[in-house]
């Protein structure tokens, strides 16, 4: 089935932590990206019953579904395959937004399918649907020296970091929207830089 058939809501699933203690991780830049664009189209998050909160809107017209699992990271797979079965939606309708360590910060990377390069949430996620999903992957860089991997990404983003994360959440946003409107191939032209 290409994008272009698929009627129904795309669902956008933003990979993070729940809890406050981690709203401003590495580890939860999918949640900000979900939050700004449920800001933009004027919707607001509700529990729903596949252990996620869920926002819904249009985006350009396209019916989408924001989400933030409820689980931790390493078993995002659940409730994303709650709610892929809920809206009755194709794999190749969902959109997973994640922190990527194999790629400089604020560099953004758009792909369909592959592997879960080490990534806990996407390891759950494929185990669940398979690999046939889209992700829009959101650098954030290796660790420095020899921190481990997990303290890297459960820190909060630097203060050099920050500088220009409201500019790259911004553009991760822009990213998702235009993987929406203008399919893979155009949006991976512009944001794959």
């Known amino acids: 089935m290409s994008d272009e058939e698929y009627t129904g809501p795309w669902l956008v699933v933003g990979l993070g932590n729940p809890g406050e203690g981690y709203a401003r991780n590495r580890h939860n830049i999918g949640f900000m990206v979900v939050d700004l664009l449920a800001q933009r189209i004027g919707a607001k998050f509700k529990a729903h019953k596949s252990r996620a909160q869920v926002a819904e809107g249009r985006i350009g017209g396209q019916r989408v579904v924001l989400a933030k699992p409820m689980s931790f990271m390493n078993l995002s797979g ?38 879960d390069n080490g990534h806990n949430g996407l390891k759950s996620i494929t185990k669940s649907l398979g690999p046939g999903y889209h992700r829009v992957r959101c650098g954030v860089g290796r660790p420095p020296g020899r921190m481990e991997v997990a303290d890297f990404v459960l820190k909060d983003f630097s ?3 920050r500088k220009e994360l409201d500019w790259f959440v911004d553009r991760a946003a822009d990213a998702v929207e235009a993987l929406l409107t203008e399919g893979l191939e155009r949006a991976q032209s512009t944001y794959n830089s």
């Open 159 to 161: 203060s050099t970091e």
């Open 78 to 115: 659940g409730p994303t395959t709650a709610l892929r079965d809920f809206y009755k939606a194709p794999t190749s309708a969902i959109v997973a937004v994640h922190d990527e360590l194999d790629i400089d910060y604020a560099t953004l990377r758009l792909k369909l399918g592959g592997g």
